[in-house]
């Protein structure tokens, strides 16, 4: 019998639409760049991850599938995982933030380093930030310390909108940090230990 | 004469240290003083232990005997003390950039910025050996975006010596922590495929977690033995097999190995190494290369593989031209082909780095 729990397949009608519905919500027109000749798979360990394949990966896997299901049953990873569907959702993880932060125009530049730790970032953190945002929105997260100009430091969804900062106090959370979440670079540290 | 000289330099080196290290105030550069004392270490405490041969500095510095033995057999005495006394240093911590993330010169900036202080190396573009840090070089913003990854040296010329091009399939046997997959990716821009094979599941996780980190999105990565890729009807254009190994090359980064592994282990290993080895032979295209690998120094781990493989299979070896010492041809009472001079030895104490074993091969049409 296959254990679905390590099967490595092609997403469902289903699986695929949740995952485009966000991209497109989050992404708009990019969506076409972003899933130009690429697949969506998962792997189901636990919950549903997702991967993003291109086609000469896609290909390879269904070569392989025919020639030993048992062998595909031992993929660990193909392409590059973006996050998981949970509850008939989709939900960004620190790998997708990788993937897309290139795209992600809404982007929050901070001033300390507490969110790689898996800590909020509240508005006294802020720097700045590049386009107005909405509660709910994904953004990116990027440091501008004395010694870590410009770099990515992760991603997380937006708690209120940008409109509402100007008279929030300073300790109001704009982003929330998860400790045993993927949204921040520090967790592969914490994930490491 | 010399003798006296070079015990007058050392006296007045030892002089200076120590002048140096007292006058610091400890609660201050704590750093420097702890640099001058490894230095002082490094200098004097090593020369110091007294032996009568190089058997009995085996013993003292805690090797099993049989080892001893073989060092000597296969390199001499003088080479072999020479061996132990650099395994018992600290190897200089070496990063490699990765132009997938960023270029080279950009990476270096930021380096520069946060006052790391690297060189670069012969040979290995996009190598830096760090000289100084003030910070973990494992834990910096750069490193958490994958701008480097933290790898030995030597481990870096396997993937070189494939040379992989964009575009080609490649197999990476025995792959985990994922130094050297991450590595072939960066040398094929990310393009083709590569299947990056690890049977240990928690190790896969490690491999998983680089791959991710250092943005290498044309890997699939299968959690299996390596001979079970046969099944899968793939055909390489390239393979790197860095197969397990009794790892007495890395005896600097694992003192266990002086005792953890007997005489008897190493015909294990290279039993495994044939079975390995010949399973990517039959995963190679024709015309396709093989590059095998070990962080050994035993020749049965090494040029008795490559010479057995050679006997069963229509492969010729293909020179490497980066200019390391040659396989060898004679050991104990083994004698091989002399084409395994086209193999290289990179010795711990010759090359500054990991021990390995590197031979590359080409697969001529015919019997497979």
């Known amino acids: ?193 | 004469m010399q003798l006296l000289k070079l015990e007058e330099q050392r006296g007045y080196q030892l002089n200076k240290i120590l002048f140096f290290y007292f006058s610091i105030p400890s609660s201050n550069y704590l750093i420097v003083k702890n640099l001058l004392l490894r230095l002082f270490v490094y200098l004097f405490m090593l020369d110091e232990i007294s032996y009568s041969d190089v058997y009995d500095l085996g013993n003292k510095l805690g090797y099993l005997p049989y080892m001893i033995q073989r060092f000597v057999e296969l390199i001499g005495e003088k080479e072999t003390i020479k061996l132990l006394k650099f395994n018992e240093k600290k190897l200089k911590t070496v990063i490699r950039l990765n132009n997938l993330k960023t270029q080279f010169s950009e990476i270096d900036f930021l380096l520069l910025q946060k006052k790391i202080i690297f060189k670069k190396i012969r040979d290995i573009p996009e190598a830096r050996e760090i000289v100084f840090s003030p910070i973990s070089i494992g834990a910096t913003i750069e490193y958490l975006n994958g701008y480097y990854m933290v790898q030995g040296k030597n481990s870096m010329f396997p993937p070189l010596i494939l040379d992989p091009k964009p575009h080609e399939m490649i197999g990476d046997f025995a792959a985990a922590p994922g130094g050297k997959t991450t590595h072939i990716a960066q040398l094929m821009k990310n393009k083709g495929k590569i299947i990056s094979i690890e049977r240990s599941k928690r190790r896969c996780t490690s491999l998983y977690s680089n791959i991710v980190r250092m943005g290498v999105q044309n890997t699939i990565v299968l959690n299996t033995d390596a001979r079970a890729i046969v099944k899968s009807k793939i055909k390489f254009d390239k393979i790197l097999l860095d197969a397990p190994c009794s790892g007495s090359g890395v005896i600097i980064n694992d003192p266990s190995r002086k005792t953890s592994k007997k005489e008897e282990d190493l015909a294990i290993y290279s039993k495994l190494q044939t079975e390995l080895l010949d399973a990517a032979i039959q995963t190679l295209k024709e015309g396709g290369t093989i590059v095998y690998c070990t962080c050994s120094l035993e020749p049965e781990e090494n040029e008795l593989v490559i010479d057995r493989v050679l006997k069963d299979n229509d492969l010729k070896l293909v020179d490497i031209p980066f200019s390391f010492e040659r396989g060898v041809t004679k050991f104990a009472n083994y004698s091989f082909s002399p084409e395994l001079k086209k193999a290289v030895r990179l010795y711990p104490h010759k090359t500054n780095g990991e021990g390995f074993f590197i031979a590359k091969m080409v697969k001529e049409s015919g019997k497979n």
């Not at chain 1, 949970?86 to 125009?105: A, R, V």
């Not at chain 1, 300390?112 to 730790?117: G, P, S, V």
């Open chain 1, 1 to 193: 019998m296959v254990k679905t729990e390590t099967l490595f397949k092609k997403a469902s009608k289903e699986e695929e639409q949740i995952v485009l519905s966000f991209l497109l919500k989050e992404f708009d027109t990019k969506v076409r760049e972003i899933m130009n000749n690429k697949s969506i798979f998962i792997k189901q360990r636990g919950v549903k991850e997702v991967y993003i394949v291109n086609k000469e990966l896609k290909d390879t896997i269904e070569f392989i599938r025919n020639n030993s299901l048992e062998l595909t049953k031992n993929i660990f990873l193909a392409g590059y995982p973006i996050g998981i569907i949970h509850e008939k959702q989709f939900q960004l993880e620190i790998t997708g933030g990788f993937y897309f932060n290139k795209y992600m125009e809404k982007r929050l530049i901070i001033k300390t380093k507490q969110f790689l730790y898996g800590k909020d970032i509240v508005l006294a953190n802020v720097n700045e930030y590049t386009l107005p945002f909405k509660k709910g929105n994904w953004l990116a997260v990027y440091g501008r310390g004395k010694k870590d100009s410009g770099l990515f430091y992760g991603v997380g969804k937006a708690l209120v909108d940008s409109n509402e900062l100007s008279s929030a106090p300073p300790n109001t959370v704009i982003i929330k940090g998860y400790k045993h979440r993927p949204f921040d670079l520090g967790w592969y540290l914490r994930f490491e230990k």
